[in-house]
């Protein structure tokens, strides 16, 4: 758990920063581009000081194409249609993903991960900003598209570690490159493609860009799935959620934005509820 908390505070602010300051600024798809060329120059050398068996690079690369590369793309068009509060409320449905998909794939369902998770949707529901945009609806299943996309890789990549038939345990850091490189088979074509010559134009414009490639996306992704690796499905799921007050608080503090302080203290505190149920049970059943 506190692995994934301190990503958590440290993604508090990529929304800010690419609502901000990116959005309608550069191009999304070379923004985009951008973040995952650089997190994959980060692990390339431990690549290749490090082979492994084929299959396990090829899964990591599918998982790091959903996760990463398509949750990217809807990611930051969503920022083209909705205000920062709002992409943050509409990532309230990802805990639900997180454990249906899990579950899914382990072939049970567990009504308590279920119902935690939507009590933490209920505490993120309680800071619904008001003020939606014409594009709310667009905006609304772009998010969504997102949201399915990081929890399914997540949950995937989750399961890939504990099923992997190995002799030995698999060392995280020494093949997580196989990850930012399948997301750049997604999105490099997609740039091509659909990118526009609208290039970053200030040092402040390549300064976030450097700060999320390498520190969000380069070391935020790699500690958030071995933060994964080392919860349970449920609370992985609701620290999904835990990202939404963090990031209005940032929002708030930094940037100004209008916030109902009350409600988000109470969303927040409802949020607390729904990842100490998961805790109780957890400790109750003895494991996931």
């Not at 567990?110 to 209920?122: D, E």
């Not at 402040?204 to 999320?212: A, D, K, P, R, S």
Request: net charge positive.
């Amino acid at each position: 758990m506190p692995i994934l908390w301190a990503v958590t505070l440290l993604w508090a602010f990529s929304f800010s920063l690419i609502g901000v300051y990116l959005a309608g600024q550069v191009d999304s798809y070379f923004a985009v581009l951008t973040r995952i060329v650089l997190a994959s120059l980060m692990f390339l050398p431990l690549l290749l000081r490090n082979p492994i068996a084929p299959a396990l690079a090829l899964r990591l690369m599918a998982i790091g194409a959903i996760q990463l590369g398509m949750m990217y793309l809807f990611y930051y068009q969503s920022f083209l249609l909705l205000t920062v509060p709002e992409v943050l409320v509409f990532t309230i449905f990802t805990p639900v993903y997180v454990t249906l998909i899990y579950d899914l794939l382990a072939r049970r369902f567990r009504a308590a991960y279920l119902f935690s998770a939507v009590v933490a949707i209920l505490g993120a529901a309680i800071m619904r900003y008001n003020q939606l945009s014409p594009d709310f609806w667009l905006g609304f299943f772009v998010v969504q598209g997102a949201n399915l996309c990081f929890a399914s890789g997540q949950v995937l990549y989750k399961r890939l570690l504990e099923t992997w038939p190995s002799s030995k345990p698999v060392v995280q850091h020494q093949i997580f490159g196989w990850f930012y490189l399948g997301a750049l088979l997604v999105v490099l074509p997609a740039w091509l493609m659909l990118g526009t010559e609208q290039y970053p134009s200030s040092p402040l414009h390549w300064g976030i860009l450097l700060w999320l490639g390498i520190v969000a996306s380069g070391l935020g992704y790699f500690f958030w799935n071995l933060g994964a690796t080392r919860v349970s499905s449920g609370q992985l799921a609701i620290m999904n959620n835990a990202l939404i007050p963090a990031g209005l608080i940032v929002n708030l503090l930094i940037w100004n934005r209008d916030t109902d302080l009350l409600r988000l203290a109470a969303g927040a505190a409802v949020m607390m509820l729904a990842l100490w149920l998961v805790s109780r049970y957890q400790k109750d059943n003895g494991g996931q």
